[in-house]
């Protein structure tokens, strides 16, 4: 119990750290928000300063001392109001990360998913069959998958798949013609044209799964206690899963929380390179536009994410292995 | 100029060179007058339906909401639109009258009434008063077809800021709570077009049944999908899936025009880009020291290597030129064009009292060495690179240049506390040369103050005897060219492709009525000259 509050109370300090972090870096940031978004209507060109005055208003620039805006700030983020986008002006934050949240959490979800049990999977296997042609072979395949670039192969597959052979679009979410909505075609549309990015997202993501599964398997296969098992003459089966595998795959299962927590965050390029209408793209264009209150938020995003994620793994990992729960226990 | 910048961004990222993003549905290619599709919607790789006239937003806006007049964006020069005629009663009065037998899209009439309300709507909300109308107007009302603008003192040059401001149908916006934060997905304009469908990734605009001169617009539809600053976006314009942009190309003669007869571009030049230094420092200060650093640039060789050869030299007297040349003064010497003599630089130092020492640095008449630092927005390339071949043109006088590229924001904050010795930024470029004077002379953005130019362009303000204006126009040009407030370099361009496959009478060098690029005001301009091929 007592673990469980240190947990809590670590996992709220982080939290309010984060949030007044978020708040100061734009404000420290040069520039006004304003000059920043007419020029880019203008271009390489000079800036009207009377434009910039109504564009400032338009925006409603935060006024106050620092103080008061950051009691307001505060105020607002309690109540789910993150104000309104720059770029996608005058719609709330929350509206566009509302259209693009989803995208990303059943893209990335699902091939998180696929890739974290594929990886582990095929890991565990190469490990307790360890020399055999099938540990060779998946080593060999993951180390080219994995170690390719990821943008190399999205442009490979792009090209060999949707501009050579024409079997999948080469973009979007959807049809460019349709309109979001609980159709059949429109689903039917939307998973035809996520199946060549999660395609890549799995090809080059279960390498990465598969080493760790297997180097931490060979580890733990070389223990004593195992080696003690099989004397003992318990069944290959049971000594690799009951374990091998189950105390292998603790880092493996911190990174898989990792992973879910970022997830909020997207993929900035598997969502560039395939123009997909999620949160990577819609950071990447909040970003280029210098747009603050979106950044933020989608920063605020992915930070509560990671730390939820990272006490989902202290809780679990103080399940699954009881030393960490009295903690000071060398292993 | 706009996309531009976007495109390099997206290239610095480096995601590779053939991206191939999903473009409009194909249309039937046999059809004579097919939906023209315009890549200029940069927001992706979706976007939101915001036809707000005053939001800046889709591109589309455009097409649906017209302004009293169409003002070119580079000559100034005046076509009337939804106002048949205008006289000012005195400096403090303009009349204006409206067309008649024109309607909204929705069939209601439209009326002096509507442009009233617009007025009113700016001065209720001072956001959408992006020309700051209301700081010189003190009533607008109508008056059976005529609006009747009062102003507060003479301001005459404030038409053409009137004259541009969208309109918008009273009938409907009386109704809008906000109009700032109104997205105005449904809107009904005066404009050749209508919105036919929206969905994220593309919108399609339908020609307006209603509209007051329907006979010259031969477009059927216009297709604007998302993504013009993708890296897909020059494969797209080059294999024809679309007919209208405004890309930057490098090599545009072998990227786009070779080997294909319909393929057409014009980047005519715009806003000056200059060379301004601090003028609250020494020895910046001095307009001798200003003139000798103006001569010493080589801006043909910066124009060929810089900026592809696209653009022209820039002319001192601030005119956006060929456009602005009836505003020229006739006697200024080679048309205000400083030519490349690093000798006469030398000799304007000597004579300001600079002197060089042991090592050749240049030394003030003070006896201080010469250096300066260029600042450029990160990742403004041809910028970057220009400042550093003016660095290298001002080493052989002695001067230490140094280039450096912080972020935009920074860039700009460093301009307004004037934490600055030298930047490149855009003077002038407005359509009106008295806006460009305006803006340079009295709102001291770089710190130059000049009585003489504030009562010229007050007289400016005042008058509506055009050749008096003119009168002022030449005298502020010759200032421009004693004192050299700023150094300009060379015009910015629009960048606009076009292909010419199914429609032709775009504006081009030799048939400028418009600009070419498809994201300003005078796009309805280009749309009611297009004709299909025949």
Do not use: C
């Not at chain 1, 060999?140 to 090209?159: E, K």
């Not at chain 1, 950044?295 to 292995?321: C, K």
């Not at chain 2, 220009?386 to 052989?396: E, H, R, V």
């Amino acid at each position: 119990m007592r673990y469980l509050i240190k947990r809590l109370a670590f996992l709220l300090f982080t939290l309010w750290l984060a949030v007044t972090l978020n708040f100061l870096i734009p404000r420290l940031m040069p520039g006004n928000p304003a000059q920043i978004m007419v020029q880019k209507l203008v271009g390489e060109g000079p800036v009207n300063p009377q434009l910039v005055r109504a564009v400032g208003i338009m925006l409603g620039l935060p006024r106050g001392t620092l103080w008061h805006q950051y009691g307001l700030y505060v105020y607002n983020l309690l109540h789910g109001n993150f104000g309104v986008s720059y770029t996608y002006f005058p719609y709330p934050v929350m509206t566009v990360i509302a259209q693009a949240l989803p995208w990303t959490l059943i893209l990335l979800g699902t091939t998180t998913i696929i890739t974290f049990i594929l990886g582990t999977a095929l890991g565990a296997l190469a490990a307790s069959r360890r020399g055999t042609w099938f540990d060779t072979t998946a080593t060999i395949t993951a180390n080219f998958t994995a170690t390719f670039p990821f943008f190399w192969t999205a442009l490979m597959a792009l090209y060999v798949l949707g501009f050579v052979l024409h079997w999948f679009p080469q973009s979007g979410g959807y049809d460019a013609a349709m309109m979001p909505q609980w159709s059949a075609t429109f689903v039917l549309s939307a998973v035809y044209h996520s199946v060549l990015p999660a395609l890549v997202i799995v090809v080059t993501g279960t390498g990465g799964w598969l080493f760790g599964m297997r180097n931490n398997m060979i580890h733990v296969l070389g223990e004593d206690y195992v080696r003690l098992a099989m004397a003992k003459g318990l069944p290959r089966r049971e000594i690799a899963l009951a374990y091998g595998a189950r105390n292998a795959i603790l880092p493996n299962l911190t990174g898989f929380a990792m992973s879910l927590g970022t997830l909020v965050g997207g993929s900035i390029l598997v969502e560039t390179v395939f123009s997909y209408p999620g949160m990577g793209y819609l950071l990447f264009n909040a970003v280029g536009n210098s747009d603050y209150p979106l950044m933020q938020t989608i920063f605020l995003f992915i930070t509560i994410g990671t730390l939820i994620a990272n006490f989902v793994a202290d809780i679990l990992y103080g399940v699954l292995d009881p030393r960490t729960r009295r903690g000071g226990v060398s292993a | 100029m706009f996309t531009a910048k976007l495109r390099k961004g997206v290239l610095a990222l480096g995601v590779g060179g053939f991206v191939l993003a999903a473009g409009a549905s194909s249309f039937a290619k046999t059809a004579k007058t097919p939906p023209l599709v315009i890549g200029v919607e940069a927001a992706g790789p979706t976007f939101t339906a915001n036809f707000n006239p005053f939001a800046n937003q889709r591109d589309g806006r455009l097409y649906i909401y017209e302004p009293m007049a169409l003002v070119n964006p580079y000559s100034g020069q005046v076509t009337p639109w939804l106002a048949t005629a205008w006289h000012f009663q005195n400096a403090r009065q303009l009349r204006m009258t409206v067309r008649q037998g024109v309607k909204w899209s929705d069939g209601t009439p439209f009326t002096a009434k509507d442009v009233a309300f617009t007025f009113n709507l700016l001065k209720r909300f001072p956001a959408l008063d992006g020309a700051d109308l209301w700081g010189v107007l003190s009533s607008v009302s109508a008056q059976g077809n005529t609006v009747i603008f009062d102003f507060k003192k003479p301001a005459v040059q404030t038409l053409t800021e009137i004259l541009q401001v969208p309109i918008v149908p009273a009938h409907i916006w009386s109704h809008v709570k906000n109009p700032v934060t109104w997205p105005d997905a449904h809107p009904v304009g005066t404009g050749p077009y209508v919105l036919q469908s929206f969905t994220p990734y593309q919108y399609v605009l339908a020609k307006n049944t209603h509209y007051w001169q329907a006979n010259k617009v031969q477009v059927p539809k216009l297709v604007f999908p998302a993504g013009a600053a993708n890296q897909a976006a020059q494969l797209k314009l080059v294999s024809g899936q679309w007919q209208w942009a405004t890309l930057f190309l490098p090599n545009v003669q072998s990227t786009w025009v070779k080997g294909n007869p319909y393929h057409k571009y014009w980047f005519p030049g715009g806003a000056p880009v200059a060379l301004v230094l601090n003028l609250k420092k020494p020895p910046f200060n001095n307009p001798r020291f200003r003139q000798a650093v103006s001569y010493a640039i080589n801006r043909r060789a910066i124009v060929n290597k810089a900026e592809f050869g696209y653009v022209p030299p820039a002319s001192q007297a601030l005119l956006t030129l060929p456009a602005q040349k009836s505003w020229l003064n006739p006697k200024l010497a080679n048309r205000g064009y400083i030519p490349y003599e690093p000798a006469k630089a030398k000799q304007l130092l000597k004579s300001a009292g600079f002197r060089w020492n042991a090592h050749g640095a240049l030394l003030t008449p003070s006896g201080h060495p010469v250096s300066f630092t260029i600042q450029i927005p990160s990742g403004w390339t041809d910028w970057i690179q220009t400042s550093d071949m003016i660095a290298q043109d001002l080493k052989p006088l002695g001067m230490s240049v140094t280039v450096e590229t912080p972020q935009y924001g920074a860039w700009a904050a460093n301009q307004t506390n004037g934490s600055f010795t030298g930047v490149l930024n855009g003077a002038g470029g407005q359509p009106d040369p008295y806006w460009s004077f305006y803006y340079l002379f009295h709102s001291n953005t770089f710190g130059f103050q000049s009585p003489k130019a504030a009562a010229l362009l007050a007289n400016w303000n005042s008058t509506t005897s055009h050749a008096q204006q003119l009168k002022d126009a030449y005298q502020l040009e010759n200032l421009m060219m004693q004192e050299t407030p700023v150094i300009p370099l060379f015009y910015g361009a629009n960048w606009a492709e076009y292909n010419t496959r199914y429609y032709v009478g775009w504006p081009n060098a030799k048939n400028p009525y418009a600009t070419a690029a498809p994201y300003l005001q005078d796009v309805l301009m280009v749309i009611t000259h297009l004709r299909a091929r025949g």
